[in-house]
Structures are given as structure tokens and as C-alpha cells.
């Protein structure tokens, strides 16, 4: 009977042993077969969901979820699988806290069979209102080691109170080990992606570098050959329109368009130059400055700089807003620009400095020597033939950019322009006197843009110095008869010049004291007006009416005046011969008189006189000047 029960508890335990080993084959390859599925996984956000999901099937447990370590140490739920509480997917736990945090500490397994209950933790109470809202009771955490180190938690828990076996930890902790290495495969994998695709874009910036570079330097060498093979703004803003399309224009330095190019190759539309405020941020700022247009159109502006000089600028404008390597573009083709201007600024200023010693060599000396002769000849310019000489004023501008304009037309006159006694002067070739004047003028008031005085005088064989002396006193002539803008020759102001001419000064004494001395001495006693009225008279030619209108005088007084000039002068003053030669003496003297008063500054009414006295004798018209009737007109305007 014994021997009976012995056998039967022997089968008993065979059936046991064999279920047990058929449990384990079946947790084993569930956990090999887990492994794999996990190895086959690369991306970090695919391996955690796919460990808890099979942690979830292999224990049986009623859920499981994972929590990794953060940067300051405390877990922080990253999956799950089974739970209920949609609160309990952002469980936190801090640093040493709960069964995490022991599990951590000691790199070891740690369960409990009711979570609440265990005193051996320390409990978080946040995380504690999770646990109850889950209904969580038995907890198992296993460690996730990544060689010595722990980076997270494995948890399989269980609603209702129970232990784990040790099988069922150490299968736990198994497949633990096998998602750890997964999961750090993955972090690998990922970090290996994320450094791939960094070197995939950092060589896709060296490869937008290089080609923007290589666009760059392109451009520079465009640029640097117009430079030095004499090309113009219009040239180097082609060279910039076929590599940034759009329209280019470049602007001097008082802002007018120099030149402008769209990409059709054609010359652009000038009116689309840049806002005055966009240049003015510019220069203020030193830098391209950008902004988009009432138009659409995105307008950019580089300005152009030499030392502390503002030589103008660049203006860049197109549909699309530039790209940085367009502004650094735009930028360095300003500063090539303004190489561009400082060259042919030195080469214009050579010429001048040149052309300048030939005027005061041909002006000073009445024959012109081999070297000079031969020096104009390089420039196509034959001294025998030049025939004309101008004199040019503009009261805006200074005398060297008058010159610089002169020297500009000069060549289409055959003809040479410098600075000479502080005068700008030309010496030309021309068969028309007074078209030639004309012609100079226009040319001087459009590229000043400022009223202009020119006059031209005919040269007779070698005497250009004598009338160069013409010209200027022409010129002085015309500014003291209130003339501002025009072109004249000599022919016209040559009778009034005498009054700049030194040789001639005591012929002119001596024609006005007879002219005009007697109305002048009883002026001058009297305290009358007798050489004012008679220059009124003759200005209205004679018309009573309007003389005393002028005058602002009675009719009845007008006619003593005239009455009394009779007794002075003689009653035939008014015939023909008498009248012109009056006139012109009342005329000539008006005009000193004004000149005088310019030169004279701010004289005293004595240190006048003083001067008056030794330089002219008693009842001499220089002693009385009287203002002109066109200063008494412009006195009551």
C-alpha cells in the first residue's frame, strides 16, 4: 500500500516537473521571440511602446508600463500598456522616491504585493493619487542597464494583492535586460540618424557655400575686368543684372542716375530709383539697407564710400527679397565701384591738371613753345587753330567744377579748359562766336544745374591773353547789369568793359567830367538829383509821363529839372549827338558806380571819399556815383 502511494506521488511530481518545463520553454521562446521583434526595431519612439506591449503579454500582469531617468534624475513615465487612468500616462516620480526610485538606487529587482501598504518605500503623493486612481496593488520593477549604468524602470503591476515568484522576476528581469539593450541600440540608431542627417546638411551648406563663393568670386572677376579695362558704372551694373537679375542703378553722388540696366539688357526705367529715405539709412548706417516699395518691388541700397568721402551709390531692385550672399554681393560691388570712381576721379584730375598748364601756357606767353605745342598735339589738339577763347562763371558752383565741365565737352571742340587766374577758361575752335557761347552755355546749365554766364571772344593771331582780359571784364560787366544766365560774346558788352580797363581809365576820367561834370558839381553842391533824372529820362526814352512816374516826382518838377540840365549842359543836349553821347556817359557811369559798390565791401561814406580824392580830381564823376535806374527799380521791388 505504501509502495502504491510512493508511485503515485512520484507520477504526481513528474506531471508537475513536466508542466514547469513546459511553461518555461513557453516563456522562453516568447521571451527569445520578444527579442527579437525588439532588435528589429530602430527608432526609440517605436521600441518603448513595442517592451511594454510584449512585458504586458509575457508576465500576464494586469499592466505595464516603463519610465526613463530625465536629465535631473527623476522617472518619468515614456509607456504603457493596460492602464486606465489617462492621468497615469504622465506619471512622474522624484529622484529616490517609490519603488522606481529603489530599484534605481540599488540596480536590483524590488516588488511589493501592495504598493500603498509598503512602508520600506518612500512614498511621492502625487504619484500616490495615481496609484489609487489606477487601482494599482502589486508592483514589480525591474532595472534598465546600459553596462553599469540605469536608465530606467520596467514595472509589471497587478490590481489585486499578490506576491511575484522568483521565476517570474527573474523572466521579468531577462526580458528587462533584452529592452535595455534594445532600447539602447535604438538611442544609438537614432543618435546615429540624427548625426547623418547634421553631416548631410552641414556638406549641403558647404556645397551652398561653395557655389556661392564660387558665384562670388565670378562676379569679383567680372567686376575687376571692367575696372581694368576702362569700362563704366553702365558696364559693371550689367555685370551685376545677369548675376542678380532685377534692375541695377547707380547714382553719383549728389544722387542723379549715372547709369541703370534691367535684365533684358536694355537701359532701365530711371524713375524707379530708391526712396530718398532708404539712401539716407544707407549712408547712415553704412550697410545695404533694404525695404520693399509702394510697387512690391524689394528696393536694396549699398552706398559707395572712399575714406570718409560719400561717392553715391548702388541700388539693387527686383520682385524677391535679396539673399545675404546677394547683400554681401551688392556690397563688395559697391566698394569696386567706388575703385572704379577714385580711378577715373585721379585720371579725370591728371587730365585737368594737364590741360590746365596748357591753357596757362598759352595764355601767359604769346609764343607757344615746342613741348607744349607737342603735349596738345597727344590730345588732338592743334594750338595754331584754336580761335576762340570762353570765359564761364556758374555763381552755385566752385571754378574747378566749372573746369571739370569744360573739360568734358572740350575734345568735341577741339579744344583745351583749365583754370586760369581764377577763372575757368577754354580755348576752342569754332567758325561761330555767338554759337559757340550758346551752345557752352546750355551745355554748363544742364550738367550744373545752376544758371550760368559764358562768354566767348574771337582770338586774333597770338593775342589770347588780350582777350582773356576782354572776356573777364565782359563777364564782370554782365554780373553788375544784373545778367545771371546767359551766353554772350565780347561784341556785346566790349564798349561797357572799358570801364575794367586800368590802361584806359583816365580816357574814360576825361570823357566823363566833360560828358557830365557840370551836372555832377551842381549835384554835388545843390544835393540834386540832376544825373539821376537825366538817366531816368533816357531809360524811358524820352517819355515825360513815365519818367516822373519813376521818379516819383511832380510833372511841373521833372520839368525844372530838365530846364536846369538845359542851362548846364546847353539847350541842344536833347539832339541826336548830344543825346547819345549823354547817354552813354550817364550809362558809364551807372555801371562804375554799381561795380565800385561791389568792390568796395563795406566802405565808409568817408574812406570813399578819401579814396575819391586822390584818385580823381575835383568835379571828377567818380566822386558822385549814382544808382542806376535798374537799382531804383529793384530797390522799390
Not at 579748359?417 to 552755355?441: F, I, N, P
Not at 553788375?480 to 561784341?491: A, K, P
Request: hydrophobic fraction near 40%.
Amino acid at each position: 500500500m505504501a509502495r502504491m502511494e510512493s508511485g503515485t506521488q512520484g507520477a504526481t511530481d513528474n506531471d508537475e516537473l513536466a508542466s514547469y518545463r513546459l511553461r518555461r520553454e513557453r516563456e522562453l521562446s516568447s521571451l527569445y521571440a520578444t527579442a527579437r521583434s525588439l532588435a528589429a526595431l530602430g527608432k526609440v519612439d517605436e521600441v518603448l511602446p513595442s517592451i511594454v506591449r510584449h512585458a504586458h503579454e509575457l508576465i500576464g500582469s494586469d499592466f505595464a508600463y516603463l519610465s526613463l531617468l530625465d536629465a535631473e534624475g527623476n522617472l518619468a513615465l515614456r509607456a504603457s500598456a493596460g492602464t486606465i487612468s489617462p492621468e497615469f500616462s504622465s506619471a512622474r516620480m522624484p529622484r529616490g522616491a517609490g519603488l522606481g526610485g529603489r530599484v534605481i538606487e540599488s540596480k536590483a529587482p524590488f516588488w511589493v504585493s501592495n504598493y500603498g501598504e509598503a512602508r520600506a518605500l518612500r512614498h511621492d503623493p502625487a504619484f500616490d493619487l495615481l496609484v489609487a486612481g489606477e487601482g494599482l496593488m502589486a508592483l514589480l520593477g525591474v532595472p534598465l542597464l546600459v553596462g553599469e549604468r540605469a536608465v530606467g524602470v520596467l514595472f509589471a503591476a497587478d490590481r489585486t494583492e499578490r506576491p511575484f515568484e522568483n521565476d517570474e522576476v527573474a523572466l521579468f528581469s531577462a526580458f528587462a535586460d533584452h529592452a535595455a539593450i534594445a532600447l539602447n541600440n535604438a538611442r544609438l540608431y537614432e543618435e546615429s540618424r540624427v548625426s547623418v542627417q547634421r553631416l548631410q546638411e552641414a556638406y549641403r551648406t558647404i556645397e551652398d557655400q561653395v557655389t556661392t563663393m564660387e558665384r562670388a568670386t565670378a562676379v569679383h572677376e567680372a567686376l575687376t575686368h571692367v575696372v581694368l579695362t576702362g569700362g563704366g558704372p553702365g558696364d559693371l551694373a550689367q555685370v551685376l543684372v545677369e548675376h542678380l537679375q532685377g534692375m541695377v542703378t547707380v547714382l553719383d553722388r549728389d544722387d542723379r542716375v549715372v547709369a541703370s540696366r534691367s535684365s533684358g539688357g536694355e537701359t532701365a526705367d530711371t524713375g524707379r530709383e530708391p526712396a530718398p529715405e532708404l539712401l539716407e539709412a544707407a549712408r547712415r548706417t553704412g550697410r545695404c539697407a533694404t525695404a520693399e516699395g509702394d510697387d512690391g518691388a524689394v528696393h536694396s541700397v549699398a552706398v559707395i564710400r572712399a575714406g570718409g568721402s560719400h561717392l553715391g551709390s548702388l541700388s539693387l531692385t527686383r520682385r524677391a527679397a535679396p539673399e545675404p550672399p546677394d547683400i554681401r554681393m551688392l556690397e563688395r560691388s559697391a566698394q569696386i565701384m567706388g575703385l572704379l570712381i577714385l580711378m577715373r576721379d585721379a585720371r579725370v584730375e591728371a587730365e585737368e591738371r594737364v590741360c590746365g598748364e596748357l591753357v596757362m601756357e598759352l595764355l601767359s606767353r604769346p609764343s607757344v613753345h615746342p613741348a607744349p605745342r607737342d603735349r596738345a598735339l597727344a590730345r588732338g589738339v592743334d594750338v595754331d587753330h584754336l580761335d576762340v577763347l570762353v570765359v564761364a562763371d556758374c555763381p552755385g558752383k566752385s571754378t574747378s567744377d566749372v573746369v571739370r565741365q569744360l573739360n568734358a565737352v572740350s575734345p568735341e571742340w577741339s579744344g583745351l579748359a583749365g583754370e586760369y587766374l581764377g577763372r575757368a577758361t577754354m580755348l576752342l575752335r569754332a567758325d561761330d562766336v555767338q554759337e559757340a557761347a550758346s551752345a557752352l552755355h546750355h551745355r554748363l546749365r544742364r550738367t550744373l544745374g545752376a544758371p550760368a554766364l559764358v562768354v566767348a571772344d574771337r582770338v586774333t593771331g597770338q593775342e589770347r591773353s588780350r582777350s582773356f582780359t576782354l572776356a573777364q571784364r565782359c563777364l564782370d560787366v554782365m554780373r553788375s547789369l544784373g545778367e545771371t544766365d546767359r551766353g554772350s560774346t565780347t561784341q556785346q558788352y566790349a564798349m561797357y568793359a572799358l570801364v575794367f580797363d586800368p590802361e584806359r581809365a583816365h580816357d574814360l576820367d576825361r570823357f566823363l567830367t566833360e560828358a557830365l561834370g557840370p551836372l555832377l558839381a551842381y549835384d554835388r553842391r545843390r544835393s540834386t538829383d540832376l544825373v539821376t533824372t537825366t538817366a531816368a529820362y533816357f531809360a524811358h526814352s524820352g517819355n515825360l509821363s513815365r519818367t516822373a512816374r519813376f521818379l516819383h516826382v511832380h510833372m511841373n518838377t521833372l520839368l525844372k529839372r530838365l530846364d536846369r540840365i538845359g542851362a548846364l549842359l546847353g539847350e541842344d543836349w536833347r539832339s541826336p549827338d548830344c543825346a547819345l553821347r549823354l547817354h552813354l556817359a550817364v550809362r558809364l557811369h551807372e555801371l562804375r558806380g554799381a561795380l565800385e559798390g561791389n568792390n568796395s565791401g563795406a566802405l565808409s561814406d568817408e574812406s570813399g571819399r578819401a579814396r575819391e580824392h586822390r584818385t580823381a580830381p575835383a568835379g571828377s564823376p567818380r566822386s558822385a556815383p549814382v544808382p542806376s535806374p535798374r537799382q531804383g527799380r529793384d530797390r522799390r521791388a
